[in-house]
């Protein structure tokens, strides 16, 4: 079932800043001696810092190739949770120490790593509290102007953080510990992310109906691309039209169902959909889980059919867009050969004009 999370009214009760180096170039750590004083200033300006980032879309979970109990990140929050009174200093440490066995790569950049515990965090309409982990690695120079005792304006400058953008983060909510809390992270796509999600954190994308609406729907758009003939367009085009008006139609999906609908008595496209299907899936480490079926996340497909193309584009400097299903199956496009022009062609019937 897809999850809520709201952060409208997060509050940050503790927070500690460490140093963490690269340890490739054996730059060390700094252990903060302890916690951050909270004014009400600083607190509205590392709120917007922190939180600004998060698009709280995709939910993610910790996990471990042997054992969910084996994931270092998860044990630390595990006993925050459990003691955040005695335990988050202590916690922040680890945790600061464990970045700095995965900051081993000569690209990774130093940094601040800012540890934060939250309150008053919403999921599906529970209050949970929830464990921030920031990392600061860009500097920007600034220029400070000020006024001299002669009322001159002097000019200087300093290197300092870009509040306006996070470089990595992720929020741990108190939720699901059984299978690994739920988790958002940034910066997941970045060529130097990989160690910040797949070594430090260990996180899996929680397969809920945003997850498997989005990955049914990106293999429609690969079956589009790659199972139709070049002259075949005007197929693909109908079959991209017909997946994207399920998504749309539909509250919730059935394999055996959807496939019916797409391909009708045409055993030799179900087949080869299957086929992908499973390649697609071993690919990304996706579990097939379409036999049980689950429900259609309509903001996923929103998004997700802007990536549908419903076009045909002729040498002629024509182009035909073809906006639903309907329009092929009530026989309104037709594709030929004229013998005498040796051309192909689309015959298009309508009513009238718009």
Sequence with gaps: MEQNIHIDEISMEKLVLHRVGNKSMDEGIGIAKKLFNLTDDLLEVLMSYFIGSFKLEDLYEFNHEVDLSMNEIYNYCSSIFE??????????????????????????????????????????????????????????????????EEEEWTLDFEEGTDISKLDKGCLVFNREKETGYRVVSIDLK???????????????????????????????????????????????????????????????????????????????????????????????????????????????????????????????QMEIKILSSQAQADGFLERGYDDEREMKYYKIYFNNEK
């Design 190 to 316: 970045s060529a130097d992310a990989k160690y910040w999600k797949d070594e430090f954190l260990t996180i899996t994308q929680v397969q809920d109906e945003r997850f498997q609406t989005k990955a049914y729907m990106d293999l429609c758009k690969e079956f589009g691309k790659s199972a139709f003939k070049e002259e075949d367009k005007h197929e693909r085009v109908d079959f991209l039209n017909r997946s994207k008006d399920y998504f749309e139609h539909y509250k919730e999906f059935e394999e055996k169902e959807f496939k019916e609908v797409i391909f009708e008595d045409n055993h030799e496209k179900m087949d080869s959909f299957e086929a992908l299907k499973q390649d697609f899936q071993e690919k990304l480490g996706i579990e097939d889980t379409a036999d049980e079926g689950f429900f259609i996340s309509k903001p996923v497909v929103k998004k997700a059919k802007r990536g549908f193309k419903n076009n045909i584009q002729l040498d002629t």
């Design 83 to 148: 003691d955040a009174e005695h335990n988050f200093y202590d916690q922040s440490v680890n945790i600061l120490k464990h970045l700095y066995e995965k900051s081993n790569h000569v690209k990774i950049k130093g940094g601040e790593l800012y540890v934060a515990y939250f309150r008053d965090c919403v999921v599906d309409d529970e209050m949970v509290d929830a464990i921030g982990i920031f990392k600061a690695e860009n500097k920007d120079t600034y220029l400070k102007l000020k006024l001299d």
